[in-house]
């Protein structure tokens, strides 16, 4: 693959000879054939698909036939071991993914199937089992659920996130699971709330160091149909004791709930713009947030990505390379041309953000920061096929352990606004790539 000098006008353009992931590649683990007429197992709002509890990798997705497959493999190991569950999934709406958590005993934990309906949750019924309990309860107030999402603490508690309501209208609450207890509570809830006008579409890292909660967030807003286009500000809050209170970046405290009125606005973004909902974020090793984005700066004809982070002292905004081309626009057909980026920071401080762009046809790529001012990329192809409409998301813990990513990998259609029935389903696998030495 020769280097390349378009696209992306900051980027320096490199290659590499990552082969396209199937069975035959060492740098990949097949896990089955996924359906894969949605994106609704390669969402990025999945946050985990993939999660690992010592030497222990567990993965899930949905198959042909729409049911919960659960699957794990001995790090380091191409085999998975594969068992569907008695639980299904409404696989023609994107928004009703499976999201893994996995608590400091080795439990996993399951959500799945949402788009504001009762929670849907269990548990394995050991350490190391692909069996699921019975349905569970949280608290028993987790009535309209969206977006559920697990990150786990140093400690080996669980959180659990999820939009209450609807689009325009919802809130974000927050569960804390207690390991030695196994039992739910809620925290401040609402811990972001809309106010019935609005919602908050989040992304939150943990510092694995500290446990401290970062959270960042756009709105959209209600008045204006509610879409894509009424998406507005990048927004940020961060908790130092376990989601009990909340603080700004300068350390001052929000009364909570948090609101469009007290929100720390980390950069300004106008409605119109098309900012993407539900994207990510990081903490590099001095604690300081790092949320990735991307949306249509005026006056210019395509959406780009963009790096928001906190230098220390204010916020700061980078471009990641400078896209030509290919706008995105949900309302038309091939019109999800850049996927919602997912940011990493390595051992050595450097910042990759991780995406998929119809202007490189739509292959998986990262951008791996040259400096410590993130001002120029480096890009690496790491397939030379097409994912489709893939989103990217990861194994935080062998990220954070062993500085290799995990990517959960299967070429799709968005099926956004409709699914495509016609679809047949697709290989599932993991992506594994260790970022080259600086």
């Known amino acids: 693959m020769s280097a390349r000098s378009c696209c992306l006008g900051m ?48 993965a899930a997705f949905y198959d042909g036939q729409a049911r919960m497959v659960l699957a794990k493999r001995p790090l380091g190991s191409p085999q998975w071991q594969t068992r569907p569950t008695r639980y299904s999934g409404n696989v023609r709406d994107v928004h009703n993914v499976i999201s893994l958590g996995i608590d400091g005993k080795g439990i996993l934990h399951v959500s799945w199937d949402h788009h504001n309906n009762p929670l849907n949750y269990c548990r394995s019924v050991e350490p190391g089992s692909l069996e699921l309990t019975d349905r569970l309860p949280m608290t028993g107030a987790e009535r309209a659920v969206c977006y559920p999402q697990f990150y ?25 699971y207690d390991c030695r207890t196994q039992r739910w509570t809620a925290l401040a809830n609402p ?15 943990i510092d694995p160091r500290t446990g401290a909660i970062h959270v960042s967030w756009c709105w959209r807003e209600r008045k204006g149909n509610a ?65 990735v984005n991307n949306w249509r700066p005026a006056g210019e004809p395509t959406d780009q990505v963009h790096l928001v982070f906190r230098d220390g002292s204010r916020w700061q905004l980078r471009r990641v390379g400078g896209r030509q081309g290919y706008p995105l626009d949900l309302a038309k057909p091939n019109g999800f041309t850049l996927s919602r980026p997912l940011v990493v920071i390595d051992r050595q401080g450097r910042v990759i953000v991780i995406l998929r762009d119809a202007a490189r046809g739509s292959r998986i790529s990262a951008a791996i920061s040259q400096g410590a001012d993130c001002r120029t990329w480096r890009l690496v192809e790491l397939t030379s096929q097409s994912v489709g409409d893939w989103e990217p998301t990861h194994d935080a813990a062998v ?40």
């Open 11 to 58: 980027l320096l353009w490199t290659a590499t000879t990552a082969a396209w992931a199937d069975s035959a590649s060492p740098q990949t683990a097949p896990l089955g054939q996924g359906y894969a007429g949605t994106g609704v197992n390669v969402a990025i709002f999945r946050q985990a698909s993939l999660v690992t509890f010592g030497d222990t990798q567990y």
């Open 152 to 176: 786990g603490l140093p400690n080996g508690d669980l959180l659990f996130l999820y939009r209450t309501g609807g689009s325009g209208a919802g809130d974000l609450m927050m569960n804390r």
């Open 191 to 205: 811990i972001i709330a809309g106010q019935r006008e609005r919602n908050a579409y989040w992304q939150a890292a």
């Open 227 to 291: 879409d894509l286009k009424t998406n507005h500000d990048v927004c940020y809050a961060r908790s130092d004791d376990g989601g009990q209170t909340w603080l700004r970046s300068d350390g001052t405290r929000y009364a909570l709930p948090i609101t469009l009125d007290n929100a720390e606005v980390a950069w300004p973004v106008p409605q119109q713009s098309n900012l993407a909902n539900m994207t990510s974020m990081a903490v590099d090793g001095r604690g300081r947030p790092y949320i």
């Open 399 to 438: 990220w954070q352990r062993d500085n290799v990513l995990h990517l959960f990998v299967q070429k799709c259609l968005i099926g956004y606004p409709r699914p495509s029935p016609q679809t047949a389903p697709e290989p599932v696998f993991v992506l594994q790539w260790r970022p080259p030495e600086p």
